[in-house]
Nanobody, 121 residues
């Protein structure tokens, strides 16, 4: 059983929208902090947005006002709604869960397989 399964990535034109989903199995998101990260290339991997104890506590400035993270407790799923997408949003997006989540990508307790988002100009 894969703990985190992501979906929703794809290719869109600039200005378009995508919604990423990440469903947990074998554990509850409620028991951890949860977040979305993105890897642009190589070591360039960083926190996009985070929910701590049910509260949205961080969103990286380049996406503020365009991206929204939500959590559906009943479905044990987190979402990343991405609007007004820009070419610089192109990346592989990962969901993660752990007791503590930091600004960089690490070996967190739960880490999704990643989903590619490509935004063309």
């Amino acid at each position: 059983e894969v703990p985190l399964v992501e979906s929703g990535g794809g290719s869109v034109q600039a200005g378009g929208s995508l919604t990423l989903s990440c469903t947990a199995s074998g554990f509850s998101f409620d028991d951890f902090d949860m977040a979305w990260y993105r890897r642009v290339s190589g070591d360039d991997c960083y926190l996009v947005t985070k929910i701590d104890d049910g509260v949205l506590t961080y969103i990286t400035p380049p996406v503020k006002g365009r991206f929204t993270m939500t959590h559906d407790k009943r479905k044990n799923t987190v979402y990343l709604q991405m609007n007004s997408l820009k070419p610089e949003d192109t990346a592989v997006y990962y969901c993660a869960a752990d007791t503590y989540l930091f600004s960089g990508c690490r070996s967190y307790k739960y880490w999704g397989q990643g989903t590619q988002v490509t935004v063309s100009s």
